[in-house]
């Protein structure tokens, strides 16, 4: 046997170590980043070192400053773990070493982004004909479909915004809900169109965008218009009412992108896809295959009705690219991105080793055990459940005993949590009151999670 091939049976030992000490280790880290800069830093050694010994070293040195948010009692910011199929195929991705940036630099990953792009179509209620780029994650998810809609609606006046670049070119109004997530801020910044000029549109105690509001920011806007609406509110979960702001965006010939994050998973749900009902309608979407489709991290899923657009913003070309024009897929021309990950096969993965029935089981499941969260600590006197709970997501409350500073209670609550290592959870402030958040969005969690992760709590909250 090789040493190439000692070191890779060693190494799965140690992945399969990790594994399986997910359902029981403690969710946080267990030492201060004093000792992690001590285990990990330090001066490059002048020789190198065996490639067994090195990766010994690294699981040591890093296991304790492991978070366990692959695993079951991990509800912190919205965040899947990895399905074992999408894992498996992550390692083989790893190890084929793709770079998929040409269908002819890597024809299979190519093969398979166009086998699971029909897939998602499909799986989220969109049209078949849409566009579908895979990126680092939905911020650039977002950034993309934003980059189609500033190239279509500046063509739309005869301005081509990739050649001219912005300067001179007729002022895009650019409308967002009051809680829009930062990475639509954040993208809004990377292409130039600001994240502080846009029009905010305010939003109701769910943090629902209001249509009749959006109408009346409308008549105040005059350029290419774009608007940006949510399928899935950070903090609650809650949707924009999609069909209706449709109707008002087409009225004034702009185009409709749905942060979807990981609300958009709910169209998989025959229960739950009439919560983004009208989300159909839009010109593009952005969601997160590390989120709800639980695939590894380095995922986002961008989609574009107007695959021209998408191409325009996104295509590079130089002399010594071997281009395909339109014969094959080339994934550089949906993402921003040259070298790159191949991204398709976990996301193909995970799709097939679920099925339709099997996505629709892992949104349904999650969803309810966010319910039994909030039914198991609203019994508690003195929480409170700030949140109608219509999807994954659970803002809670903590007023302490006799009155109080009920901010600083909650917080206090979070961190004893936190401390405790029995579940992992952050905080965030919903409406100018502290809450804490929990996201439940993890294939492995199990009721029996919650109930010990919500005992946790509770202690923390009595203690």
């Known amino acids: 046997m090789s040493a190439e091939a000692d070191l890779l049976k060693r190494t799965t030992d140690l992945a399969l170590e990790f594994l399986d000490s997910l359902p029981h280790r403690r969710v946080g880290p267990t030492v201060p980043i004093e000792e992690l800069r001590a285990a990990l830093c330090g001066p490059l050694p002048e020789h190198g070192e065996d490639p067994l010994a090195t990766v010994e070293r690294l699981a040591r040195a890093a296991d304790p400053g492991l978070v366990g948010m692959a695993g079951p009692r991990y509800f912190g910011f919205v965040i899947g773990g990895h399905l074992p199929a999408a894992l498996a195929a992550d390692w083989l991705t790893s190890t084929w070493d793709q770079n998929a940036t040409l269908y002819v630099s890597a024809p ?25 780029g895979f990126t680092t994650g939905c911020m650039m998810a977002n950034f993309t479909a934003l980059a189609a809609a500033r190239h279509a609606v500046l063509a739309r006046r005869g301005w081509d915004v990739e050649r001219r670049g912005l300067f001179g070119a007729p002022e895009i109004d650019v409308v ?87 609300g958009l998973w709910a169209s998989a749900s025959p ?42 913003a996104m295509t590079i070309a130089a002399p ?20 790159r990950r191949a991204r398709g096969f976990t996301v193909w993965a995970a799709l097939r080793s679920l099925g339709r029935s099997g996505i629709a089981d892992l949104v349904d499941r999650c969803c309810a055990l966010a319910r039994r ?70 294939w492995s969690t199990r009721e029996e999670d919650v109930e010990v992760s919500a005992g946790a709590i509770l202690r923390a909250a009595r203690a």
């Not at 954040?186 to 109701?204: C, I, N, S």
């Not at 010109?283 to 695959?307: E, F, Q, R």
């Not at 997501?393 to 903590?398: S, T, W």
């Open 271 to 312: 229960s739950l896809a009439h919560l983004t009902h009208g989300a159909e309608r839009a010109d593009s979407w952005a969601t997160d295959g590390h989120k709800w489709l639980n695939v590894p991290y380095d995922c986002g899923i961008v989609i574009v009705n107007d695959p021209e657009s998408h191409r325009q």
């Open 176 to 262: 967002i809900g009051a809680e829009a997530h930062a990475t639509i801020h954040a993208a809004l910044q990377m292409l130039g169109l600001g994240r502080e000029r846009v029009k905010r549109v305010p939003t109701d105690g769910q943090g629902r965008m209001e249509a009749d509001a959006l109408r009346n920011v409308l008549k105040d806007c005059h350029g290419p218009l774009i608007v940006c609406a949510q399928a899935g509110n950070v903090n609650t979960g809650a949707f924009d009412p999609l069909e209706e702001i449709a109707d008002v965006v087409r009225e004034h010939e702009g185009w409709l992108h749905v942060d979807g994050a990981f």
């Open 320 to 339: 010594y690219l071997v281009q395909t024009e339109g014969r094959e897929r080339d994934p550089f021309d949906y993402v921003p991105e040259f070298s």
């Open 373 to 442: 969260f909030a039914e198991i600590l609203r019994l508690e006197p003195g929480v409170e459940i700030l949140n109608d709970v219509v999807l994954n997501q659970v803002l809670v409350r903590f007023h302490p005993p006799g009155g109080g500073d009920t901010d600083a209670f909650t917080r206090e609550v979070i961190a004893r949590v936190q401390e405790d290592g029995t579940c992992w959870l952050g905080g965030t402030v919903w409406h100018g009151m502290a809450a804490m958040r929990i996201s439940v969005s993890n």
């Open 108 to 132: 299979s990953n190519s093969v398979a982004e166009e086998a699971a792009a029909g897939w998602l179509l499909e799986i989220l209620r969109l049209p078949r004909a849409a566009s579908v």
